[in-house]
C-alpha cells in the first residue's frame, strides 16, 4: 500500500512540476509581448484613460447646474386658456409677438450692457388688443431662461439660470416709474386677461 502512495504521490508532484512550468512559460511570453508592444499599450491605456477622465469632467460640469437648480415643487406651472371668441391674433401672431418681446428684452444698448428696448415692447403690446390676445402670447412664451438680465449665452449661466414666464420677465424689464406708459399700458393688457401684474 505504501508503495501505491507514494507512487501516486510522486505523479501529481511531477504533474504539479509540469504545470508550473506551462504557467511559467506563458507568464514569461505575456511579459515578453508586452514588453515588445509597450509603447502600443501606453498608447491605447492613454486613449482609454483619457475618454474616462473626459467623460467624468462632463459629467461633474453638467451636474454643477443640477446643484443651483429649484426642485420642480417651487413652480406652480399656470392654466391660461384664451376664449377664441375674443382674440384678434392668430396663434403665429401670437408666436412672432412673444418673440418680439425677447428680443425686446435681450436688447443692448450702445455700450454693448444689456437695456430692455421699450418703444418695441410698447409696439408689440399695441397688437395686442385684448386679455386673451396676451394669453396667446403669454402661452407662446413659455418659459424663458433669465440670468443677468436677459437670456444666459454662456455654458454655466445657462446650467444656473432659472425658467420664468412672460409676466415676471415684464415685471422685471420694466419699471414703474421711467417706464410709466409702456408699464401701465402692459398692466392695463395683462390685468384684462384676468392676471396679476
Not at 416709474?177 to 390685468?191: G, M, P
Request: net charge positive; charged share 30%; no cysteine.
Amino acid at each position: 500500500m505504501k508503495k501505491k502512495t507514494s507512487l501516486s504521490k510522486k505523479v501529481g508532484e511531477i504533474a504539479s512540476k509540469k504545470n508550473v512550468k506551462k504557467t511559467l512559460k506563458k507568464a514569461n511570453d505575456a511579459s515578453n509581448f508586452i514588453v515588445e508592444n509597450k509603447n502600443a499599450f501606453l498608447v491605447v491605456g492613454g486613449l482609454v484613460l483619457g475618454f474616462l477622465v473626459i467623460r467624468q469632467v462632463k459629467k461633474g460640469i453638467s451636474s454643477v447646474g443640477e446643484v443651483f437648480k429649484s426642485d420642480e415643487v417651487d413652480f406652480i406651472k399656470p392654466e391660461i386658456n384664451p376664449s377664441i371668441k375674443n382674440v384678434t391674433i392668430t396663434s403665429d401672431q401670437a408666436v412672432n409677438l412673444a418673440k418680439s418681446l425677447l428680443d425686446a428684452f435681450n436688447h443692448t444698448s450702445f455700450i454693448g450692457s444689456r437695456a430692455t428696448d421699450e418703444e418695441k415692447v410698447k409696439e408689440t403690446f399695441e397688437h395686442i388688443k385684448t386679455g386673451d390676445d396676451f394669453k396667446l402670447v403669454y402661452n407662446a412664451f413659455g418659459e424663458r431662461k433669465r440670468f443677468g438680465g436677459g437670456t444666459p449665452t454662456f455654458y454655466l449661466d445657462k446650467k444656473v439660470a432659472d425658467a420664468y414666464d412672460l409676466i415676471y420677465w415684464l415685471k422685471e424689464e420694466l419699471d414703474s416709474y421711467w417706464d410709466k406708459e409702456v408699464y401701465d399700458l402692459v398692466k392695463e393688457r395683462v390685468t384684462s386677461a384676468g392676471l396679476i401684474f
